[in-house]
């Protein structure tokens, strides 16, 4: 199982970024849950806790580094969904360093 999903034991990206989007998403085939959310900016939405100094989303299940889950996985918005790890700008290994975790260095085998 360790060379599954490394999301799975990991979460740093949902304790790290701000996680804003279009309010309309809310209403969108997502159905983010709005109760989750928090307006940012007249036609902006974030998920609650990430709008924050130290952010970590209120959907985020578990401890950072461990066993991890998204409560509102088939309902999490955009930047969530078009987040990826083995990213080719550095913003997930990013994340993982914040929170002390090694980089992701090995590239998944395509598909
Ligand atoms: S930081 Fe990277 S490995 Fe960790 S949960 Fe986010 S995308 Fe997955
Ligand atoms: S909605 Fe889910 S995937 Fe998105 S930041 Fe929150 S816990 Fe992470």
Not at 31 to 41: C, F, G, M, Q, R
Not at 70 to 77: F, G, K, L, T, V
Not at 82 to 88: G, P, Q, V
């Amino acid at each position: 199982m360790s060379s599954g999903n490394p999301c799975l034991t990991c979460g740093a990206c949902c304790a790290f970024f701000r996680v804003s989007f279009y309010w309309g998403e809310i209403h969108s085939d997502f159905l983010v849950p709005e109760s989750l959310t928090e307006p940012v900016s007249p036609a902006k939405m974030a998920m609650q806790g990430t709008n924050q100094t130290q952010p970590r989303c209120i959907a985020l299940e578990g401890e950072v580094g461990g066993c991890v889950s998204c409560s509102i996985y088939p309902n999490r918005p955009s930047p969530c969904r078009e987040f990826e790890a083995f990213d080719t700008d550095g913003a997930c290994n990013r994340a993982r360093a914040a929170h002390g975790l090694p980089p992701l260095e090995v590239q998944p085998i395509a598909a």
